[in-house]
Structure formats: C-alpha cells, structure tokens
C-alpha cells in the first residue's frame, strides 16, 4: 500500500515539476503557449571552418545589409579567442575575425535573425545608374553572344521583357546553336548576366539562401540582379520574371566576395537554419540574455543541434499513442515502438507517399524472405541479407520512380532500413508459426497507430509545446507510467468477454 501510495506522490510530482516549469518559463522569458499568435522568425547561423597556418588571421564574412522581403532582428557571434566586430562601409556590411595566431582547424560562427517584411529589404533608389560591366569573349563566344542579344533586342523594349526573352531562349527544351555554345562554358546566372552587360544593361550576380526549417549545410544559390527602374530588381534566371522565389533571402549583393581569409587555408562556409514560432523582440532578448532560464533553453544550443532535438523530442508524444493504443485499445503491433519510427519518417516525407512506399518495401520483402526460408540461413545472415536487399530495392523504386516522374521512389529513403528489415524478418516468422491473418492485423495495426502517431506529431502546436517548453515530457512521462499500471481490460476485448458477463 506504501508503494502504491509513493507511486502516485511521484506521478502527481511529475505533473507538478512538468506544468510548474512550463508555466514558469512562459511567465518568466514569455514564451507563447500557442504558435499561432506569433510571427514566424528565421534563425540562421553561418559557420566557417579553415585551417589555421600559425600566422595572423583576419576572416572577413559578406553580411546581409537590407534584403528584400526581411528585416534584421538581431545579430551575434560565436568565436573563441578571436576579436570581432561589424565594419559597415559604403558597400555594405563586413563580419570581421581576427587573432594573433592558431593552428589547425577553426570554426568561427555567426548568428541572425531575420523576421519576413513585406515592406523593407528595398535597397537605396541610386543617384547615379551604374555603368555596364566590359565583357570579353573568345571568337567564337563573340558571334553566338551578339546573335542573342540581337535576337532578344528585336522581341523587347524593356530591359525587364529582354532579361524574359533572353530567357526563353537558354532555357527552351532544345537551345539553339548559339545558346548551347555558351551555356557549356558558362552557368545560366553568370551568361546572363555577361549578356545583359554586353547590351548596356547594368547586370549582377548575387548570392540568396532559401530559408527551409531546419535545414543544415546549405549553400547560397546564386540570383541575377538588373538594374531597372533606378533600382536593383531580382530576376528569376530561368523565367526572367521580377522578383525572388519564396521564402529566398538575398546575403551577398555586388561584386565584392563573399568570404576572405587571410592566415588559413581550405575555407568553406555553409549555412544552417530553424523556424522559430516565439515573438522577434521575445527571442532577440532570449538570445542576448545569458542568465536565469535563458540557459536551460534549447535555442542556446547550435542550429544544427537545434534541428535534431526538434525531432527527437516529438518522440515520447509517439510513445505515448502506442502506451494507449496497446495497453488501453489493445492493438496488436509488429514491434513495440517501430510505428513511432515510421511515424518519425513520414514527417520527412509525406503522409501518403511515405505510406505507400512502406507497403511496397514491405509487401516486396516478405516475397523475398519467403525465398530465403528455403536456404536455412542462419538469423544473423538471413537479417543481413535482408538489409542489403531492402536497399537494393529503395533504390530500383527510387530509379523507376525518378523516371516516371513520380515522387514515390525519391521519399522512401528516409525510412531506417534495419527497421524494415527487422519487420519483414518479424512478420515472417509471424506468417509461418500464426499465419497470414496474424499478419495482417499486426501490420495493419502498426500502420493504424503510424497514422494517428504523425496526425500528432504534425500538429503544430504539439510540435511548438514539445520543443519550446521541454518540460511537458515529464507530464508525458507521468501519463505513460499510470498507463503501466493498468491491468483492467483492454477496449478490444470488452466484446470478447462480454458474453462471460451476460452469464452471471
């Protein structure tokens, strides 16, 4: 009775610390408790790595000064030991590193926050119209490039309609003799931008990242900017419609290059990045503030951190569907836990894609295992063969797929393959000692508690809670244990045993 009672003050103690700490960290940082009345906020983290040669180094990083379509919220960086600052001259904004000396790699980060705004990004309108770029081509380049700007000249009036029609002509399904000439020498940003400069139009390439959530090791893609109107105006290069593709943020803008070292060598540079559901000026102040439960939150931790976590801790929300789904319903699956692995996996891909190709892998598998039950393998080398075939065959489905156009085969290898392979081992032995309607209903089972695991894992606002106010995981936790206390009947076996109960 003791224990039981000791039990129940841990349960209660659970709810308390979860709901009490939650509640707190809302009060304290104001943290939202609903995604829906915040405006979204990109985080985006830079990262430099090179290798250091024993000398001075000065790092010197292009920065976004007023890109289109956002506004900076706040800004920060992360170098040990090296002195930084922000250089702001005429041409636009520099992050600067410097240290006396180091050796061996470094890693020099830096952190923005932008926040979307349809009204500020737009850049100075310029007094003066800047001089078309001085374009050089080999013989053979000079012909076929002034045949298409002639050829583009004569279909347009605008340098908006000639950016369009010289457009249209390196990207049509089958580019004539001049454009192909051209496009194996250069990509498409770059030639058009050499052919716009060659016209008199005053022309650039740019450098955009596209914001995804969390996203890692993205590089900047290149954009192609013509001045129209006074002003800089993004072209898209394989429309030449005006204007940047969703959700693209312009980083570096002129000519000037995007990174210099100076000290090291091998230096690259990539780009991470998470949504963040919690207010611009709430989040500035949690990224500045280094004291009280600031410390204990997760957006201190790297982007790249930050993006796993995001994931991993949506996890206990599955573990505890199938708590209830197999203990309370009684739904027989295959496995305990794989329907949250495959509810993990349709959160990367889509719902009924990522449905489908676990059917087909699936249903694929258990023909090929049938076969292998006739070699009398061993367990270890039957599993193993089974994982080497269950790639195989992500990858033929994922080939088939590619060339029919369709998206079926190119989703289906974030599923973890040793899972996979584990079921189709599972479910045969399954066939062969129970047969195959067992099968049938462990597989529909496990696919049933999939579903309903990722219809909540993908709402939003249990993925806002779970990530913004870890604390709810020892609520999570207090609901599991009750539920491994309970010895009742199973909902799925009240029809069974209510015949018993009519007899008494």
Partial sequence: MKSRSAFYLVILALIIAGLGFAWLRHTDLNIPLKPDRERPVWLIEARIDFYAAQEPIRVSLDLPGNPPGYRQVSEKAASTGYGFS?????????????????????????????????????????????????????????????????????????????????????????????????????????LL????????????????????????????????????????????????????????????????????????????????????????????????????????????????????????????????????????????????????LIALSFLQTELVQGLSAFILIVTLGLMLRGYLSRLNLLMVARISTLIVLVIFLTSMISLLGYELGFNLGLTITFFPMIIIAWTIERMSILWEEEGSREVFIQGLGSLCVAILSYMCMQNEIVRHLTFNFPE????????????????????TELKRFGVMRGSR
């Fill in 86 to 190: 922000i250089v702001e001259r005429p041409g636009g904004r520099r992050a600067v590193w410097t240290r006396r000396s180091a050796r061996g790699g470094q890693t020099l980060y830096y952190k923005v926050q932008m926040i979307a705004d349809a009204d500020a990004g737009h850049e100075r309108v310029s007094k003066e119209k800047p001089e078309p770029k001085t374009i050089y081509w080999s013989g053979l380049q000079s012909t076929a490039a002034h045949q298409l700007v002639e050829e583009a000249h004569e279909k347009s009036s605008t340098p908006a309609s000639f950016a369009r029609e010289l457009a249209k002509q390196l990207t049509a399904p089958k580019p004539d003799q001049n454009a192909s000439l051209l496009l194996s020498e250069y990509d498409l940003p770059t």
């Fill in 193 to 340: 931008m050499r052919l716009l400069n060659q016209a008199g139009i005053p022309a650039r390439v740019s450098m955009g990242l596209e914001l995804q959530d969390a996203r890692r090791y993205q590089p900047l893609k290149p954009i192609l900017e013509i001045f129209d109107r006074d002003q800089w105006v993004p072209v898209d290069p394989e429309t030449g419609a005006h204007g940047l593709p969703e959700n693209m943020l312009l980083w570096h803008r002129g000519g000037k290059s995007l990174l210099d070292v100076s000290g090291g060598s091998s230096s690259e540079i990539h780009f991470s990045m998470i949504r963040q559901t919690m207010p611009a000026m709430d989040l500035a102040r949690l990224q500045l503030d280094a004291g009280g439960l600031s410390r204990l939150s997760l957006y201190s931790l790297p982007i790249e951190e930050q993006s796993v976590f995001k994931l991993l801790l949506l996890l206990p929300v599955g573990a505890l569907i199938v708590t209830f789904m197999r203990i309370i319903i009684g739904v027989r699956t295959s496995g305990t836990f794989m329907p949250v």
């Fill in 472 to 491: 709810i995981h020892l609520v999570l936790l207090a609901f599991i244990l009750l539920m491994g206390q309970y010895t009742g009947y199973k909902l």
